[in-house]
């Protein structure tokens, strides 16, 4: 029985938050949404060809929409966009649940994103500062609405599960 009626997965990208929320929803055995994945699936585009007809703005518009929209929702774990905590909108659709901040170092970040080309805000020569610039500026944001702080890069997926599992039953 879950302590809370939503949980929230926010972070940088390729923190984990897909993998990690579409396994605890199975382990929590209730629903799970990815944001981005959602925001696809409507559009039937990429979020990198959405950045490029409608701009950032644009996007993070579609990004609020659906983050209010399952932030209703009973019994479900939704991961968020990286950035969507920069709107104040989205900070006080995260209030509604308990909020789980998956940080990751930067060496780690770019590992698990270096083949990824569909990242729009990181299709520029230098990557690595990008990313860097990226994770600093938000950081301060994901620490403030976090309930929880778990660090990927230190666990396996499966004692995450088991230690957000603990926190929420």
């Known amino acids: 029985m879950l302590k809370v009626s939503r949980i929230f997965l926010v972070g940088p990208m390729g923190t984990g938050k897909t993998s990690i929320g579409s396994r605890l929803s199975r382990a929590l055995g209730c629903s799970f949404v990815d944001t981005d994945a959602e925001i696809e699936k409507r559009t039937g585009v990429k979020i990198d060809v959405i950045f490029d007809i409608e701009g950032e703005d644009g996007f993070r518009k579609r990004e609020i929409d659906v983050i209010k929209e399952f932030a209703s929702r009973e019994n479900i774990v939704i991961a968020t966009g990286g950035g969507s905590v920069l709107a104040s909108e989205n900070q006080r659709a995260l209030a509604s649940g ?49 309930d929880l702080t778990i660090k990927t890069d230190d666990f396996s997926i499966k004692r995450i599960i088991k230690i957000i599992s603990d926190e929420v039953t």
Do not use: C, G
């Open 98 to 146: 308990f909020v789980i901040y998956l940080s990751s170092s930067i060496e780690t970040l770019m590992n698990r994103i270096r083949e990824d080309t569909s990242r729009p805000l990181l299709n520029v020569s230098d990557r690595k500062k990008r990313l860097r610039n990226i994770v600093n500026e938000r950081k301060p944001i994901y620490s403030q609405v976090a």
